[in-house]
């Protein structure tokens, strides 16, 4: 229930989504008040037409995205350099569209396909780590059990690293249960040293989940998506990737919250 509740509630955190929503329920009032003419709807299509363009405004105008991402991002640093002796790197899926790449026959990445050259790039590196790949299928409705681990499998083969050396773990659907079903297989102890993979906008949460079910990891964010420093406008009024980017920002917000009011997290804002 958790998992279907969460898909439902990101599609209303999409800027682009909410202004459409205004603006279809918008034209459909502004169609009713030519048959009736009631003062009350003539006001209620002229106020969503408003904020519609208000929105537009906003985001056209003002680093919104800037703003959101920023503090998830600067939460966590990259570990440099990063220990010698780690016992196992792992990378947390979401890198690949899925069913995009099975429909293409061919892999298919996503904004945040720097988990996954991340990987292995530190594969190559750290030859004697344990390697985790955990990522089943996200999607609402899973068509014929395709999984992003499954993918992943082929493409790490192409690269030169040995596959019996990779852990794939393939039934988790979001960030929890990445964590609890990989924890089941890796069964970690207290002792080791393990580097955690994944975007920077979701290592706050990531890190969470981790600390709450103790697993020790040190953070290694990848997928930046904000220049350092302060950003007060919208400097290339680039409203498609401030929308892109606060809609990113919105979930892991949202995120954050849901997932310490469910006890799956350590607090809000998890730090180390």
């Known amino acids: 229930m958790f998992f ?15 202004i459409s929503l205004l603006i279809i329920l ?42 959101l991402v920023q503090p998830l991002e600067e939460r966590f640093i ?32 996503n904004n945040y396909g720097g988990r996954l050259l991340a990987f292995i790039d530190l594969a190559h590196n750290f030859k004697y780590a344990t390697l985790l790949y955990t990522g089943g299928n996200s999607s609402l409705i899973n068509n014929g059990g395709k999984t992003e681990a499954e993918i992943a499998r082929n493409v790490l083969r192409k690269t030169g690293i040995k596959t019996n050396r990779i852990i794939f773990e393939d039934q988790s659907r979001n960030t929890f249960e990445n964590v609890i079903y990989s924890k089941k297989m890796i069964n970690p102890q207290p002792n080791e040293k393990w580097l955690l993979i994944t975007s920077a906008i979701h290592m706050p949460r990531s890190i969470g989940i981790f600390k ?5 990891v040190i953070p290694h964010p990848v997928d930046f998506q904000t220049f350092p420093g302060e950003q007060t406008i919208n400097k290339n009024i680039d409203i498609e990737n401030n929308m892109r980017i606060t809609k990113s920002a919105m979930k892991e917000w949202v995120g954050l919250i849901a997932y310490y009011l469910t006890d799956k997290t350590t607090s809000i804002f998890p730090s180390m």
Not at 4 to 18: E, R
Not at 212 to 216: A, I
Request: with cysteine; glycine share 6%.
């Open 4 to 18: 279907v509740i969460s898909k439902i509630v990101a599609w209303f955190l999409s800027p682009i989504n909410i």
């Open 78 to 109: 990259k570990t440099s350099p990063i220990p010698p002796d780690i016992d196992g790197i792992i990378v947390l899926g979401g890198s690949i569209n899925v069913d995009m790449s099975y429909e293409r026959n061919q892999i298919h990445l």
């Open 212 to 216: 709450k079910q103790k697993w020790n």
């Open 26 to 67: 918008g034209v459909i009032t502004f169609i009713i008040s030519l048959k009736h003419g009631k003062t009350f709807i003539k006001k209620s299509y002229q106020t969503m037409f408003a904020t519609a363009f208000i929105i537009i405004l906003c985001f056209a105008t003002m680093p919104i995205g800037h703003w």
